[in-house]
Structures are given as structure tokens and as C-alpha cells.
């Protein structure tokens, strides 16, 4: 059973890989098609989550009015930088959010140790960390030595290198214990039976939607800081 599951849990992510690969590098309208079917199963699942929790209609209404509002303001970010900065931004972005995942389940899995939060039972202090560590450098290592990009965005990304990514491990992690304290509060397991051996959309993306729009801010906030020298540059 557990073989069976982790066995559709690769072949799963596989095939989201490659479809993320082929949609993204293909054309502009690949690209923001995967977006709309991505985003709108999201929305889905969050509507049947704020339905689940909130009996009140008005509230449930007005949230799931925000969160529509939300998932369109991603979609509008991930067209818009492929469109001005390149495909490779869009892998950077991913790939922070990516590593950070696998951070948190190896370390938390080999080391264990003290919970981290009661939202999430299965996370811990270590595995955070371990987010954190993946994160900073695994992404720098991909910048410097595995793609070709834009010498002023590698220089900017460069210079707050660990700030930046430190935070968007923050705000991946965040985005994860969002959606299961909203799984714990409308008593269920996973947000969908969409993705063989994951669950839902939710289950995977969590993080993702979550660091994308706040680490596109907290890159801007920290390059206007750098430029204006409040912000030493860290290399």
C-alpha cells in the first residue's frame, strides 16, 4: 500500500514537472492556459473549503470573492513576468517554493525533534529549518552555475541573495500551515482526489500561491531599499 502510493506520488509529480515545463517554454497561450486550469481547480477547492468551515453565507461569500480576486492577481504575475523577464524567473520562483518542500520533509523525516506548530502535527522545527537551508542554497546554486538570465536580475538577485530566499522559504511554509489549519477546521484529510497519490491541487500548491505574490513584493520592496542604501548589498 505504502509502495503503491509513493509510486503514484512520482509518477504524479512527474508528470506535473513536465507538463509546468512544456506549457511554460511552448508559447505564451500554453503558458497561460495551464495558469486558468491550475488556478480555477484551486479555486474550486477553496471554495468547497470556506463553504465547509463557514455557515454564514455573507462571510463565505465575501471570502471566496477575495480569494478569486487573489488567484487572478497570480495569474496576472506569473504572465506578466514570463512576458517581460523569461521563462527562467518563472523556474526561479518555483523552484524556491520547490526545494523548500523537499527541505522541510527530508530534514524533518531524518532528524525529527520538536513539533513545530498543532496546525500541522507532522512538522517540525528541524523540518523548517531544513526548508530554509534547501532553499537558499539549492536556488543559488541553480542561479549561478544552471541557467542564463538577465545580468541585471541575477546581479539584484544576488546581492540579497539569502534575505530573499530565507523569506520566501518563510512564506511557502506559511501558505502550507494556511491551507491545513483550513483542512483542520473543515475536518478533512485533503482538499481533493484531483492528483493520484498527492490529494488535491491545494495539497501541492499551498505554498506556491502563497510565496509567489509575497516574494514578487518582497524582492521590489528589497531592491527600492538597496537602491536607495538601506539595504547593504549581502554578497
Known amino acids: 500500500m505504502i509502495k503503491s502510493n509513493l509510486s503514484k506520488r512520482i509518477l504524479t509529480s512527474l508528470f506535473l514537472i513536465l507538463a509546468l515545463f512544456f506549457c511554460l517554454f511552448y508559447n505564451e497561450l500554453s503558458w497561460k492556459s495551464l495558469l486558468i486550469f491550475f488556478l480555477a481547480l484551486c479555486f474550486y477547492e477553496f471554495n468547497n473549503l470556506i463553504n465547509k468551515i463557514f455557515i454564514n453565507k455573507l462571510i463565505s461569500s465575501i471570502l471566496i470573492f477575495l480569494i478569486l480576486i487573489y488567484l487572478y492577481l497570480i495569474y496576472t504575475i506569473l504572465v506578466k513576468i514570463r512576458f517581460e523577464y523569461g521563462e527562467e524567473i518563472i523556474l526561479i520562483l518555483f523552484l524556491t517554493c520547490i526545494l523548500s518542500d523537499i527541505g522541510g520533509y527530508v530534514v524533518g523525516k531524518l532528524i525529527g525533534g520538536p513539533k513545530l506548530t498543532k496546525i500541522s502535527p507532522g512538522k517540525t522545527i528541524a523540518g523548517a529549518l531544513g526548508s530554509i537551508i534547501f532553499t537558499v542554497f539549492g536556488t543559488i546554486f541553480f542561479i549561478k552555475y544552471l541557467v542564463e538570465i538577465d ?34 477546521k473543515a475536518n478533512i484529510k485533503d482538499t481533493g482526489t484531483f492528483l493520484p497519490g498527492h490529494g488535491g491541487i491545494l495539497d501541492r500548491v499551498d505554498g506556491i500561491i502563497f510565496a509567489i505574490p509575497l516574494g514578487v513584493l518582497s524582492y521590489l520592496i528589497l531592491k527600492t531599499l538597496a537602491w536607495k542604501k538601506k539595504l547593504p548589498y549581502l554578497d
Open 151 to 184: 545580468k541585471i536580475i541575477l546581479s539584484e538577485l544576488l546581492s540579497f541573495k539569502y534575505l530573499w530566499l530565507i523569506l520566501m522559504s518563510i512564506f511557502c511554509q506559511s501558505g502550507d500551515l494556511l491551507v491545513s489549519y483550513l483542512k483542520r
